[in-house]
């Protein structure tokens, strides 16, 4: 009797056992597809923390992926794992940097106590990064433009306005070379950080392939 019983719920216990590794290796299968690329546009998963995994791989290809991901992470629940969505975020924080930058070159332009190649320097600056914040914003408002027939047209259009902004900030930086007074540490340090979060929506954007 007690031979039988150990005979026959031990057998029953061990396929449990069986049915409960079977189950955490499709889980494990289904976590590390999910979590080894940032392509998945569709999961069923819509967990705080894969959100935020969703960023930090999506980060991972990028030129900068700390400062990327520090400055995507708080938008994790809205852009959930959508490419798209991430990348419009990416520029909307591009965008914010550049035009942050923008209105400190105008201020910085019109200080009195500044040398002639100084003021010509940086009135270059305005201009460039003034060009960049219009470059982002058309390209931001191209994104809203990707479900149409032509995605392809688009998304290289839209890479080519965010590659055309990068070029703008690269090119007041530049310029300032050799120059280390205050007013352009100011500024080098504002147009990197703008420079930077627009290489990362780049890297992201050109991450985006059609879904439609
Ligand atoms: C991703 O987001 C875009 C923009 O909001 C939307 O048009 C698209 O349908 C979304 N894709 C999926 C797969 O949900
Ligand atoms: C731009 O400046 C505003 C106001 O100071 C700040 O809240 C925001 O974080 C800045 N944007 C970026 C991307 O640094
Ligand atoms: C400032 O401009 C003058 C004349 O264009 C030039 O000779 C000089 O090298 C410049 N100074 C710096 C620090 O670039």
Request: aromatic residues 6%.
């Amino acid at each position: 009797m007690e031979m039988m019983k150990k005979g026959f719920t031990s057998p029953s216990y061990s396929s449990n056992a069986l049915m409960a590794v079977a189950i955490i290796v499709a889980l494990l299968v289904l976590m590390s597809s999910n979590m080894k690329t940032c392509s998945a546009t569709t999961t069923t998963t819509t967990t705080k923390s894969s959100n935020t995994n969703f960023i930090r791989l999506c980060c991972a290809s990028t030129t900068y992926p700390n400062l990327c991901f520090s400055s995507l992470s708080p938008y994790a629940s809205s852009v959930g794992t959508n490419r798209t969505k991430l990348g419009i975020v990416a520029l909307k924080v591009s965008l914010s940097a550049t035009r942050n930058s923008s209105a400190l070159l105008t201020k910085l332009s019109l200080k009195h106590d500044l040398t002639a190649n100084e003021t010509a320097n940086i009135k270059d600056c305005v201009s460039e990064v003034g060009d960049a914040k219009d470059e982002l914003k058309r390209s931001l408002a191209q994104m809203k433009d990707l479900g149409a027939p032509d995605f392809e047209f688009t998304i290289s259009s839209i890479e080519a306005w965010v590659s055309a902004a990068l070029t703008d900030d690269n090119t007041c930086l530049d310029g300032l070379d050799g120059f280390n007074g205050k007013v352009e540490k100011w500024i080098r340090k504002s147009v990197t950080l703008a420079a930077r979060l627009t290489s990362n929506a780049l890297a992201i954007i050109e991450s985006i392939t059609s879904n439609y």
